[in-house]
């Protein structure tokens, strides 16, 4: 009987051990986590990491912040709430943004990925820089309704983060250049280079001969817009959608105010297009069968529609299969599943250097 | 390498070194101290906020609850036309009576014609990420939504705003064509003297009353409100009439 007992405790303890060991080795981040190794051919990120690097303690941090609730107005929803890892960190089958109260958002999360190539942010490009981001979906209040001084204030009196900022910056004092910086070395990792499409470009792999004929029809007729290898140029184009009259946007006019800025958004990466759906800026199609007929049909509403559009038009069955087989490369599930990036669990700290 | 070899180096070391070392120590015994006090007023009465009823052009009554706004890019002439240039970012915040008084410690001695700074933040510092101090988002002056700071800001209510809760909400910002609004203001300093070691005081008055009115009257009942930089044109235009300066004193 006291040997059962005996033997209940030890295997216990064990086992809480050992998880506590799987936890930690699945937070640990090293310096080496943090190196990014970029393929060839891709142009020079527009952020410079220099003035922000990342450094283990500073990622972690990030990506505490990333992951919690405590950063809305009544801390119940997080920036990961929204930008799910396995989606590219887009939100999977939720058309337009889920914030807190149920409020319904204006616009579908965009994915988060190669944000280091982006020269701005939000689907009518309003916000310029990745640092400074996070403040739009935090104050929104239709998203998280946070304010700056309020939270600064939760993030100092919680038990936690004082000391995380102390391990990241030298001392415990929480500040919105701090919060923001820390988020930014987590967010300027998220980086999606590693689909079958980039091992074929690099001469590991080789493509189906469907995706094949896909990749070459896509590079007459999608490339203007979505050129590799980031798939997009970060251009605002109306692609002859009908406004939604319920939501009434603008698009680019917002920021712009010029009448013929209206209905334009931005181009988005189609890097993880299959795991992004819904699609477009306002998630009006489910899967990429409604967005190739919606180019393939070819009625396009109101006027400033881009002229690129139309290359589109006349699209077979079998070309928009081809097409949609090509887009299934850039799938990146190295990246899908990348367990840097992943919610961590429970309490955490930076392992070895 | 042989020692001949370093000897161009050598000199060119000293040729710029030394210079500029027994400069920076001249300009040092010779720097003054300037202190810029601004005030803030309505027409000719000392602003109040919140409890002081005041009228516009168009004679609507109005109380102010917010007036803050940025100072940058300062920038000291000299009456020979040599101009002296300041860092900083200076939020001015009527709620907080230290943040209008700006210290400027180490002004080169000489005579100074004319200030010349700009009510915002230019456009290099509103592109560059995030920033702290007088530039920390949570100060409440930067949009969030199409990245920009607000360069000044006045906040109150009137009867006749046909706003939700009768709210008056001006803030002007915008660094990009066509909205670029930031406006350099230029004043004339006559007699202003910086002498070494003491202390010297220019004295500016902010007048709100002038942001309401011209050269672009602002009416309550049908521009409540301002928070977008497009527009913005019209009030951009009355900052410019906002500053004078009211008193000169110099440090003996």
């Known amino acids: 009987m006291k040997n059962a007992l005996l033997t209940s405790i030890i295997l216990i303890l064990v086992l809480v051990t050992t998880g506590f060991m799987v936890m930690d080795k699945q937070n640990r981040i090293r310096k080496k986590d943090l190196r990014l190794s970029i393929p060839a051919g891709f142009p020079k990120p527009v952020y410079d990491r220099n003035l922000n690097p990342p450094t283990p303690n500073g990622f972690i941090l990030g990506r505490k912040l990333f992951y919690d609730p405590i950063l809305s107005k009544d801390s119940s929803t997080s920036c990961g709430s929204c930008h799910q890892r396995f989606a590219a960190f887009a939100h999977i089958d939720h058309s337009l943004s889920h914030g807190i109260r149920s409020q319904i958002g204006n616009r579908n999360v965009p994915a988060i990925q190669n944000v280091i190539w982006q020269p701005h942010f939000m689907w009518d490009g309003g916000v310029n820089h990745l640092d400074v981001f996070p403040i739009a979906p935090i104050t929104h209040p239709k998203e998280m309704d946070q304010d700056l001084p309020g939270l600064l204030t939760k993030l100092q009196a919680s038990k936690t983060y004082p000391a995380l900022f102390k391990k990241a910056f030298g001392d415990g004092t929480v500040s919105t250049e701090r919060m923001l910086k820390a988020i930014a070395q987590f967010t300027q990792m998220l980086v999606s280079v590693n689909s079958k499409y980039d091992r074929y470009v690099a001469g590991k792999e080789s493509l189906t001969g469907q995706e094949m004929t896909g990749l070459i029809l896509f590079r007459n007729r999608c490339s203007s817009c979505h050129p590799e290898p980031l798939f997009t140029d970060y251009s605002f184009r109306n692609i002859g959608l009908p406004p939604d009259t319920a939501i009434q946007d603008s698009g680019r006019a917002h920021i712009t105010g010029q009448a013929t800025d209206r209905m334009k958004f931005k181009v988005p990466s189609l890097r993880n297009v299959e795991m992004t759906y819904p699609y477009m800026h306002d998630g009006r199609f489910r899967n990429l069968q409604q967005v190739l007929e919606h180019y393939g049909k070819g009625n396009f509403h109101g006027p400033n529609v881009d002229p690129d559009v139309k290359l589109n038009t006349g699209l077979t069955r079998n070309q928009r299969a081809d097409l949609v087989a090509f887009l299934k490369t850039l799938t990146d599930t190295e990246f899908l599943q990348d367990r840097r990036f992943a919610e961590p669990a429970g309490e955490i700290d930076a392992g070895g250097k | ?252």
């Open chain 2, 1 to 252: 390498m042989r020692l001949r070899h370093l000897l161009p180096v050598t000199i060119l070391f000293c040729l710029f070194t030394v210079p500029s070392f027994s400069f920076r120590e001249t300009e040092r015994k010779k720097d003054g101290e300037l202190v810029i006090q601004f005030n803030h007023f309505f027409g000719d009465q000392e602003l109040v906020l919140d409890s002081v009823t005041y009228r516009n052009s168009l004679q609507q009554p109005f109380q102010i609850t917010a007036f803050k706004y940025y100072v940058s890019n300062i920038h000291l002439v000299k009456t020979d036309g040599k101009s002296v240039s300041v860092p900083g970012y200076f939020l001015l915040n009527e709620e907080e009576p230290d943040s209008r008084k700006i210290q400027l410690p180490n002004l080169p001695e000489g005579n100074y014609s004319r200030i010349e700074f700009l009510i915002g933040v230019d456009s290099a510092r509103n592109c560059s990420g995030i920033q702290k101090d007088a530039l920390d988002p949570a100060k409440g002056m930067l949009w969030a939504w199409n990245t920009g700071y607000i360069f000044l800001k006045l906040d109150g209510i009137s009867p006749q705003s046909t706003a939700p809760g009768h709210k008056l909400e001006y803030h002007i910002g915008g660094f990009k064509q066509p909205n670029n609004h930031l406006r350099t203001i230029r004043l004339e300093t006559p007699g202003l003297q910086i002498h070494s070691k003491t202390k010297s005081t220019l004295g500016i008055k902010a007048d709100a009353a002038n942001l309401l009115s011209a050269p672009h009257p602002i009416d309550f009942s049908k521009t409540p409100m301002v928070v977008d930089a497009d527009k913005a044109a019209g009030i951009a235009n009355n900052v410019l009439h906002l500053f004078s300066v009211t008193r000169i004193q110099n440090g003996l």
